[in-house]
């Protein structure tokens, strides 16, 4: 088997069993920080992979680097292409405005759409997660951008000015 082979097979495996292992502790411990379980998992499938490969390729020299090499592009390319789905079904509101009207047989009533997506509950939730999540502290009363954040946003400005994104889009 090529090198390349090699570590297509091993990083593709092991992303999956990352997918399965995040799905079951995700399911069993709700409570985790989902960030955390991410890569976590994927830290740990690609370590997983690299063992793999090897012990599947001892002795082989060059080659275990390539398939080496492989097996991370893999895991890594595998984690670009799922991250921004989970993060999608897990935080948007459309999606979660679909399963809420699809829930009710097609139909709900604006005002309990306007109470489950633009009350002050759910922004009160959004603003304790970004300060669990490093973005914000909150003094006096008011919240606080952190240094974090402020990259951050200095990130998504340029990338918005940059593909000339308006507000909210």
Not at 137 to 147: A, F, G, P, R, S
């Amino acid at each position: 088997m090529s090198p390349a082979a090699l570590g297509l097979i091993c990083g593709g495996l092991w992303f999956g069993t990352f997918l399965i292992g995040q799905t079951m502790i995700l399911r069993c411990r709700a409570s985790l920080k989902r960030s955390k379980v991410l890569v976590r998992g994927v830290v740990a499938a690609a370590a997983g992979a690299m063992i793999t490969v090897a012990a599947l390729s001892i002795a082989r020299g060059t080659a275990t680097l390539i398939a080496e090499i492989y097996t991370v592009m893999t895991v890594g390319c595998l984690f670009v292409l799922y991250g921004p789905f989970f993060y999608a079904v897990h935080t948007s509101i459309s999606i979660e405005t679909v399963l809420v009207l699809a829930s009710r047989g097609g139909c709900a009533p604006l005002d309990l759409l306007t109470a489950r997506f633009a009350s002050r509950r759910l922004f009160d939730a959004r603003l304790r997660t970004m300060v669990v999540s490093g973005y914000l502290v909150e003094e006096d009363n008011c919240y606080v951008l952190t240094l974090h954040a402020r990259r951050v946003a200095r990130l998504f400005a340029a990338l918005k000015a940059l593909w000339r994104l308006e507000a909210g889009g």
